[in-house]
């Protein structure tokens, strides 16, 4: 019978954390921000205006152009057959362009072909002719790029939204795989105590002491390049923290009365830390959550920038700032700072959730 009015207590303190959540305006941009964020990565290739895979439609003739550039543009036919593309691959991967796209400077049509003046560089073009069997329907369109092109004459816009998903991704499993470590261990060296204790707390002053970014560099070089060694190489780094919070949580928890309660009552240690412990330690795991998914997005940002995290033609965040910084102290440097805009963005809404989880929650961990 005690079981409903413990129910009842959670369901009450879950209520009121959330009101108290939803009084910070703070917390509540961050939640709308990632939200919001959640769902461009999920449907990034039907937002963006550029639906190939990974927002790589390469166009050097454009390339380095500066925010609100417009173009026109004739939709040449490929040589090879292109297959259709389904909306769940679409949804996962893109489509392949069955066009493409050549910047002309005018056009006309006479008789069965189209006549265009193909633009090379400013003030300079090319005369060219194509049969409308080559064309598509709408043979000439007008692009404009809201953020410019970068160097190769993607649409900078386009790679921003598909690398929201890297962003997002890398936070997700970094999350997953530090929660996972860093409770298990946190929970044995809190829980037993001991020589399990200093045994764990041996290995965690260990990888404290490490330089984050060292840390991240061995093992990146160890598993080698890549989006999933990024994921795994920042995740092997973010536990340590998880971890001392979970340690002191469960010292604190381990000698309340409901723990002998379950000691008395014959339950396994194993029950007892992941059914009666693991939900009342959640608070302040959350926002240290909120804090590590933030941190990771820096991270994997700083990695690919430094060549070592994702790898071209993905695109990330960090990588897009790598290719245009150039570009900051020359004629166009939005190339650089609509990606640089758009982490700080996200951390800033990650970090805002964080402090509202702390104030909801009331959270008061000590790691």
Not at 122 to 148: C, D, M, N, W
Not at 309 to 329: D, T
């Amino acid at each position: 019978m005690s079981i409903f009015p413990r129910m009842s207590q959670s369901q009450s303190f879950q209520a009121a954390a959330w009101r108290r959540l939803k009084k910070n305006k703070g917390a509540i941009f961050g939640l709308i921000i990632i939200i919001l964020a959640v769902l461009i990565a999920i449907f990034a290739y039907f937002i963006a205006s550029d639906s190939s895979p990974y927002a790589n439609r390469i166009i050097l003739e454009i390339g380095g152009e500066k925010p609100g550039y417009q173009q026109d543009f004739i939709k040449v036919k490929k040589e090879k057959d292109v297959v259709a593309t389904g909306f769940v691959h679409q949804l996962v991967s893109g489509k392949e362009d069955v066009y493409y796209y050549i910047p002309v400077v005018s056009h006309e049509q006479k008789a069965d072909s189209i006549i265009v003046q193909k633009y090379i560089d400013e003030g300079v073009s090319e005369r060219l002719a194509y049969h409308i069997s080559q064309t598509a329907s709408t043979p000439v369109i007008t692009k404009k790029f809201i953020t410019g092109t970068d160097k190769y004459g993607r649409d900078i816009l386009s790679r921003i939204i598909v690398g929201t998903r890297v962003s997002l991704s890398v936070g997700l499993i970094t999350v997953i795989i530090s929660l996972s470590i860093g409770l298990i261990l946190g929970s044995l060296a809190g829980f037993y105590r001991g020589k399990v204790d200093d045994v764990i707390m041996w290995f965690i002053n260990v990888i404290w002491s490490i330089p984050t970014l060292l840390l991240v560099f061995a093992i990146t070089l160890a598993l080698g390049k890549g989006f999933w060694q990024v994921f795994i190489a920042v995740g092997l780094t973010m536990w340590v923290n998880v971890a001392r919070l979970v340690r002191g949580q469960v010292l604190g928890v381990r000698e309340l009365e409901y723990i002998e309660a379950t000691r008395a009552l014959g339950f396994s240690n194993f029950r007892t830390i992941v059914r009666h412990i693991w939900p009342n330690i959640m608070g302040p795991v959350m926002v240290i959550a909120a804090s590590n998914f933030a941190s990771a997005i820096v991270i994997e940002a700083g990695l690919s920038f430094l060549g070592v995290g994702v790898q071209p033609p993905m695109p990330s965040w960090g990588l897009m700032i790598k290719e245009n910084y150039n570009f900051i102290i020359t004629q166009n440097p939005m190339l650089a700072l609509a990606p640089g805009f758009a982490i700080m963005l996200l951390v800033l809404a990650f970090n805002l959730l964080g402090n509202g989880l702390r104030d909801a929650l009331n959270v008061r961990g000590r790691i």
